[in-house]
Every structure is written in structure tokens, then in C-alpha cells.
């Protein structure tokens, strides 16, 4: 889930592999019984003690990486409160200014997913 504060967005360092050391955007399994904006939503918290709310959904996305491919349902929104702090699969939980992005080194094509979701944003992803 692209999570925007202040020009920024709510990233995520991965921890195990088969992404383990890559920057991403929270996210995870959808888990029995949720949907894909509870599980977009659990996975933000566990990954980064951040509760967030969504405004919007991007759309589908696939990611190839090392012959495993990842079907991804993109939701953009804000935190709602929280204490940002890393947990479950990442070492590290960051927010990372919008213009810095080249600076990460990102999983394959979500540095377009951000950008796409912070137009979507009513303020493109400034406002708190």
C-alpha cells in the first residue's frame, strides 16, 4: 500500500528473501477470511506500526522477480496514527521524501506505482 505523508511515501526495507535488502511499499498475503483492503491495511501495521486509512486503489500490478511472480492489488491512502517502527518481514521502515526515491534501491517498478498513486491524490500526496 503507497502510504503518502507530506510529500512522502511510507517505505519499507525487505528483511528475507527472495527481496530481502530491496525497498518497497508494505504489503503482504491476504490471509483467510479478509479482503484485500483488510489485508493491505494489516500488512502496513505489522510491516511499519503505522495505521493507515485508504483513499483509493491503483490497480492490479505484477512483479517478476527470480522466477516467482507477485500479483498485486495497489491501494494508496495516508497514516492514521501509529508509531512508525519496522516488524514482520522488514528490517527497516522509512519515509522517504517523493524526489529521493532514485536514492532506494526499489523493487522492480514500484517507483512508477508510487508515482501513479500520488497523482491519484487529491493533494498528489503532500498534505498529512
Known amino acids: 500500500m503507497a ?7 511510507l517505505l519499507v ?34 510491516e511499519t506500526g503505522i495505521i493507515a486509512r485508504i483513499i483509493g486503489q491503483l490497480g492490479h500490478n505484477t512483479i517478476e522477480h527470480e522466477e516467482i511472480r507477485y500479483v498485486l492489488d495497489v491501494f ?4 492514521h496514527s501509529g508509531a512508525l517502527q519496522p516488524g514482520d518481514d522488514a528490517d527497516r521502515a522509512c ?3 517523493l524526489e529521493d526515491l532514485q ?22 500526496g503532500k498534505q498529512a
Open 3 to 9: 502510504v503518502f505523508q507530506n510529500g512522502s511515501i
Open 13 to 46: 526495507r525487505r528483511a528475507r528473501p527472495p527481496l530481502a535488502g530491496l525497498w518497497s511499499l508494505p504489503g503482504g498475503k491476504i490471509e483467510s477470511g479478509e479482503n484485500a483492503t483488510e489485508a493491505a491495511c494489516r500488512e502496513v501495521l505489522e
Open 76 to 79: 494508496y491512502g495516508r497514516p
Open 95 to 97: 519515509w522517504v521524501r
Open 103 to 124: 536514492n532506494y534501491h526499489l523493487t522492480a517498478g514500484v517507483e512508477d506505482l508510487i508515482l501513479a498513486a500520488a497523482a491519484l491524490m487529491p493533494d498528489n
